[in-house]
């Protein structure tokens, strides 16, 4: 048994949000660099490199590279060893106050949907615990932006919609999405399981580095598929037009029903972000 | 094309932009989004006068970061446009004649749009460190309750801008990647 102070929680977790929001993950930028260079339409290729600009910009003068800073989504890999001292959820709230309140960063939460009145510290967290072997507490801060999870769509296809619903779904929300998601977006897809469980899967796929494969060749065929279908649509960054409309795409599956064929797609933008650290 | 506009700005300044130029805004701006657009129209239903100069103004749907100590402003790119879709015809037919945003809107302000000769401008979407850097001054004039959704004053210079809606009935949003699957599609 190994035991963890809330407090360092909350510290990691500050520190998490600060960083997740002022610098995109090496992949992220990797994919923009990539289709920088690969995108063949003037405009489009100009649009990239100003989304390239704002990322130094931000850099240089300590701004969030996006102003939607996003609700504080902290997915938390803790290990069956570990003895947290103090209020485990309490501890990450009061990590999302402080790292939204020190590191200038905007407050999107509202504490009743229909109500509508702002919390003014960014919290609650939206947190994703999983139980994990070992003695580690894994946390990773995720915010996410509403142009994008607004624009997310989740179907409950027929076991017959097969391989090709499932495509005609993820491609058919893209398009839809239009230029509202701040193309080139991040697609996190789940497939199977149930309801609840598909959206979360799909949640959970956009933590999954863009250079990263699916660890089963079926679905890595069909991530590979579907990002050619998707950038075939051409609505191209910003939705000017151009080829590089998705920067890419990760499917996570789960078990499901004979009788269902969940599937969510969980649209994200070309601001990305995830920031992990291990205590 | 590139046009430099200054605000406020009349029907006859924004009349030969097209959809797909770009445009280098100077002048005040004045941020607004959906709660900011819904007291608007409260105010204009119990007949009383808008917070602001409505009268060839341009509206940003932002809601920056806080600024830091002896900054001017946080980060402030646009906010999905769409949301207010159903409070800008009334405003553009009492003469606001710039919407700046991002992402598509309806039928009903396209109309709008073409009927008062305004435009709709796209800022970068997700771009708020890049956007930031053309304002050079910020007071909140209104509803501070609303936090970020508050409407401020901002003076900007050179603002870049994209033209999605012209006056004339063009939308970038489709003939943008009508274009480029005709022509550059490889």
Partial sequence: MRTIAAAEITTAVARLCVRANTVLPEDVDRALEWAYFT??????????????QNQFQAWNQKLPICQDTGMACVFVELGQEVHIEGNFEEAIHEGVRQGYGEGFLRKSIVADPLRRINTEDNTP?????????????????APKGFGSENMSRLAMLKPADGVEGVKNFVVETVRLAGPNPCPPVVLGVGIGGSFDKVAALAKHALLRPLDEP???????????????????????????????????????TAPTHVAGLPVAVNVSCHVTRRATEVL | MQYKLTTPVTREDLAPLKTGDTVLLSGVVYTARDAAHKRMMELLDAGKDLPFPVEGSALYYVGPTPERPGEVIGSAGPTTSGRMDAYSPRLLDLGQAVMIGKG????????????????????????????????????IICWEDLGCEAVRRLEVADMPLTVILDPHGGDLYESGPATYLERGAT
């Fill in chain 1, 39 to 52: 995108e063949p339409w003037p405009l489009a290729q100009e649009t990239l490199d100003l989304l390239r």
């Fill in chain 1, 125 to 141: 967290a939206s947190i994703t615990v999983r139980i994990v072997p070992g003695d580690r507490c894994a946390l990773t801060v």
């Fill in chain 1, 214 to 252: 699916n660890p089963d060749p079926f679905y890595e065929s069909l991530e590979d598929e579907l990002l050619e279908e998707i950038n075939a649509l051409g609505i191209g960054p910003q939705g000017f037009g151009g080829k590089t409309t998705c920067l890419g795409l990760a499917i996570e």
């Fill in chain 2, 104 to 139: 598509a809107r309806n039928a009903a302000v396209k109309e709008a749009v073409a009927r008062n000769g305004a435009v709709y401008l796209a800022a970068l979407g997700g771009a708020g460190a890049l956007m930031a850097s053309s304002v050079r001054k910020l007071e």
